[in-house]
């Protein structure tokens, strides 16, 4: 701290986003903004204390990394378990996964866009911020509200109807999953159905109407060229719970295609950096930190040929116009991504609940444990996660590595916050609308601070804005 | 009558609890009109307010912040709730209790600069994840992991009736 400085802080709780973190912007002498990191304030230790147990208890001990996608981890768990047993799942039992997978897709989007960033996107940046959340939406528009609660209901009971609850059930198992879907299940989600997809149809109209008044926040928020990875299908299609992983560059050209999943280090570094709790892993060929790259809904809308559904075929064709057909790289658009997704998903869904195989009782391979060491990999909402399990010969857990999604958008989620602060803070008088554009600039990526495994909790984002010398410059305290 | 002032907070845990909260679904639109959200995750209030009548805090206090927060939060609030499994026991955050602090990270982050081993840009991680109880006064306890939806439910409604919530059966599980 310099001498004689006045120390004023803005602290700027990053609130509407899962996690614990904080975003320093330190400024040159002519006041242009110079840095900005965000940082990631909490960890739990995982990898380390996962150590010891077994790996049947993976799926369930994993799946409380993270109560928003805790079907990711379990989903991922089982198949690095799959791998173990080295076995195939049942038909049925793929299904039945990427049946609760695509239910997941449902209600953690649209968790994100009703419950957490449409205040902003629908209320306003510059809101009164004592109204600015979902139940300031819901007095401002009570149906847009009310949609957005029933359209996760409808996820969170895809869910509930496989695995018994809606946070954290014990369904998937290495080798299948522990109960088939009852055609009482099959038969009252079909009948729900419909109101779910007019819900996400509306949303995805609404966005695209709206989209030009948001010009300034879409060229603003996280828009440069990068890399994007996903799972894509054999044939090149969407895809979230099978495939190889595909890098694309900003003009989406292929850069890497048909790459293993389970050989993910030789492609995928981890940086560690003291000053966060999250790592940054970074594409290899490229080095740290150039290495940037993508994951989630943007990036398998940019990386996939196609999505394989007419509904969201044509919500993706209208995506790609934004971009002339290149890859949509402002990351203001996971929004939009989202939103399509939300019915791509229920798209497949409807598939699903045709299909006679879904009812299945063969829904479990049992094996013993056939291999030491195992990878399963899945896209979470967030995007690719990866679990990598050592076991000794009686299925105990020696070593794990656990990449999650949103550690892969770390790097990108800097960027974006500097690029925020260089468009909304140079030299201009800090006002609270303004440090909430910070946030939504993180919102966008919808970050799961509690799946960054070393990360968790409540998330004080606070800004601090330090001068040259390191003093902290100027207070913009939210009132309560 | 003047609205309940109500306030949540997610420690060291998965959120999950938050999530079932979220999992009222249109019943936290009647919450609404009884309560008034002063602090939470899902609200942009950015600083514990005085006067909280009830606070949920979901998680374990794993980190030097979290322990500063709770000790403050306490001290505004009347009914302070250890909400879900991590806030009551310690649950899955304290897995990593009988493991040094200084292992859990460099096996997490490596030989390298590791965040949390001393206080610095991220808060230091305590030697043990605590349940609430271990660091203040904890009014009331709502297991579950998370606690479902219908119990948060029973739970709330006690509590906004002026009344010791009865948790009773299946409601006094954890896990």
């Known amino acids: ?83 173990i047993l080295a076995v195939r799942p049942p038909r049925a039992a793929d299904k039945l996964r990427r049946l609760m997978n695509l239910g997941q897709y449902v209600q953690s989007h649209a968790l994100s866009f009703f419950h957490l960033s449409s205040p902003d996107l629908l209320l306003g940046w510059d809101s009164d911020p004592k109204t600015r959340n979902v139940f300031g939406l819901a007095a401002a528009d009570p149906q847009l509200a009310l949609n957005g609660i029933r359209l996760r209901a409808y996820g969170q009971e895809i869910i509930s109807s496989l695995g018994e609850r809606r946070v954290h059930p014990a369904w998937a198992v290495p080798g299948g999953v522990r109960a088939p879907l009852t055609a009482e299940a099959r038969d009252r989600l079909a009948a729900k159905l419909p109101e779910a997809m007019r819900i996400a149809q509306d949303a995805l109209a609404l966005y695209e109407k709206s989209v030009p008044g948001w010009a300034e926040e879409v060229r603003s928020f996280g828009d440069f060229p990068s890399l994007f990875m996903s799972l894509v299908g054999e044939d090149g299609a969407w895809e979230h719970h099978g495939g190889r992983i595909r890098f694309v ?42 290495g940037l790259y993508r994951v989630g809904p943007l990036a398998r809308l940019n990386c996939c040929d196609r999505i394989g559904t007419p509904l969201a075929d044509e919500a993706l064709a209208r995506f790609r116009a934004t971009a002339d057909g290149k890859a949509v790289t402002s990351s203001f658009h996971y929004h939009y991504a989202r939103l399509i997704e939300i019915v791509a998903a229920l798209e ?133 | 009558m003047p609205k309940v002032r109500v306030a949540s907070v997610w420690f060291s845990g998965c959120s999950g609890c938050h999530m079932s909260f979220l999992d009222l679904d249109e019943r936290l639109l009647e919450l609404a009109t009884k309560v008034e959200f002063v602090y939470s995750p899902i609200v942009d209030i950015k600083e514990y307010p005085d006067d909280v009548d009830v606070l949920l805090v979901e998680g374990a206090i794993g980190n030097s912040e979290q322990r500063h927060l709770l ?105």
């Open chain 1, 348 to 480: 497949r869904i409807g598939l699903y609940l045709e299909d006679p195989e879904i009812l299945s009782p063969r829904v479990r391979a049992e094996a013993g444990v056939n291999e030491q060491e195992g990878v399963g990999v899945h896209e979470a909402p967030r995007g690719t996660l990866f679990h990598h399990y050592w076991v000794n010969e009686d299925g105990v857990l020696e070593r794990v590595n656990l990449i999650v999604s949103t550690g892969h958008n770390n790097l990108a989620m800097n960027r974006t916050v500097t690029q925020i602060a260089h468009h909304y803070l140079d030299g201009q008088k800090i006002t609270e609308g303004l440090l909430n554009r910070l946030e939504g600039g993180i919102r966008a990526y919808d970050p799961c601070l509690s799946c960054s495994v070393h990360a968790a909790g409540q998330m004080p984002l606070r800004v601090v804005l330090l001068g040259p010398d390191g003093e902290i410059l100027d207070e913009v305290v939210r009132a309560a």
């Open chain 1, 249 to 290: 560059d900003a003009d989406r050209a292929i850069v890497a295609d048909g790459l293993d999943p389970a050989r993910y280090p030789e492609y995928i570094g981890e940086a560690v950096e003291g000053w966060s709790y999250l790592k940054f892993p970074y594409f290899q060929e490229a080095g740290y930190p150039d």
């Open chain 1, 1 to 83: 701290m310099t001498q004689g400085v006045p120390l004023r802080e803005i602290k700027v709780p990053v609130t509407r986003i899962e996690g614990h973190g904080l975003i320093t912007v330190e400024l040159n002498r002519a006041g242009k903004v110079s840095r900005a990191r965000f940082h990631v304030t909490e960890g739990r230790g995982f990898e380390r204390f996962c150590r010891g147990r077994t790996l049947w208890e993976m799926p369930a001990l994993t799946a409380r990394i993270c109560g928003i996608c805790p079907v990711s981890h379990l989903l991922c768990s089982a198949k690095a378990g799959d791998a």
């Open chain 2, 71 to 175: 000790t403050e939060m306490r001290r505004k609030t009347k009914i302070l709730v250890a909400f879900g499994d991590c806030a009551v026991t310690g649950n899955v955050p304290s897995l990593r209790n009988p493991i040094l602090r200084e292992e859990v990270l460099r096996t997490v982050y490596g030989e390298g600069e590791v965040p949390g081993l001393e206080e610095g840009e991220v808060p230091q991680l305590l030697p043990q994840a605590l349940p609430l109880h271990a660091i203040v006064t904890v009014d009331r306890f709502l297991p579950g992991c998370p606690p479902p939806a219908d119990r948060i439910w029973v739970f709330l409604q006690g509590l906004l009736a002026g009344k010791r919530p009865e948790l009773t059966g299946a409601d006094l599980r954890f896990g």
